[in-house]
């Protein structure tokens, strides 16, 4: 953003504005406010510069499966980020999905992503493997119920990001800012049938070794937390 820099002295100045020194708190707003009148900087745009937004590839269908929606929804709920998809249909379709959050949860939420998401594949094509027996529709609704219940195994062992309402309010208002119109992703499903419990208890059981760790060790994650609960 063009004006981060003269952002990041307002944001300074609101900050002592907030000072028990009368004197300095005032001349604190008064330096705030001159410098948003003459960078052409207004208060939303201050509150706003603590939002941001990353993408990640997601795949190449206008309908992704509901394992895959559901991960996305885990990851929303851990890290406190609203999520979006984008279908782009030129030459092939491409699908994105965009975290939108403080930061730097998006960047943290890109990272689970893809960490869960490349062990899930792993353990879904190992399973899918298993069947042989099995016509291909058959093999594929196996071996989604199987990623559908991978994901809620390890959405009950994380707990929910506790986001304030100022900062649900300002990711939602940059949502909206950044997307004027947006309809609901309609996702491949597929009805439990009565051999199918095999395929759930095998990706409970898989999903419950699921390592969030995988690719950082934990000391970096550890500080990614903190820097996120800032």
């Not at 929606?69 to 999520?83: P, R």
């Not at 100022?166 to 947006?182: A, G, P, Q, S």
Request: glycine share 6%; charged share 30%; hydrophobic share 35%.
């Amino acid at each position: 953003m063009k004006n981060d820099k003269y952002i990041e002295k307002i944001k300074k100045c609101l900050a002592l504005a907030k000072s028990g020194n009368a004197n300095e708190a005032a001349a604190a707003m008064r330096q705030a406010q001159a410098l948003m009148k003459k960078y052409n900087i207004n208060q939303d745009q201050v509150d706003l510069s603590d939002v941001d937004y990353a993408c990640i590839r997601a795949g190449s269908t206008k309908k992704p499966p509901k394992y895959h929606q559901m991960l996305v929804g885990l990851i929303s709920d851990a890290f406190g980020v609203e999520a979006i998809y984008h279908v782009q249909n030129f030459f092939g379709i491409k699908t994105d999905i965009e975290f939108i959050g403080i930061i730097p949860q998006p960047e943290i939420a890109i990272y689970a992503y893809e960490v869960l998401h490349r062990q899930l594949t792993w353990d879904r094509n190992n399973y899918m493997k298993t069947l042989k027996r099995y016509k291909r529709a058959n093999k594929t609704r196996k071996a989604d119920l199987f990623a559908e219940s991978w994901v809620q195994a390890v959405w009950i062992n994380i707990s929910t990001y506790e986001q304030s309402k100022e900062h649900k309010d300002l990711i939602i208002k940059f949502k909206n800012n950044r997307h004027n119109k947006l309809s609901k992703m309609k996702a491949r499903d597929h009805k439990i049938k009565s051999n199918d419990d095999d395929a759930l208890i095998k990706g409970a059981k898989a999903g419950s070794k699921a390592n969030l760790h995988h690719g950082m060790n934990g000391e970096e994650l550890k500080r990614l937390g903190e820097a996120g609960g800032a």
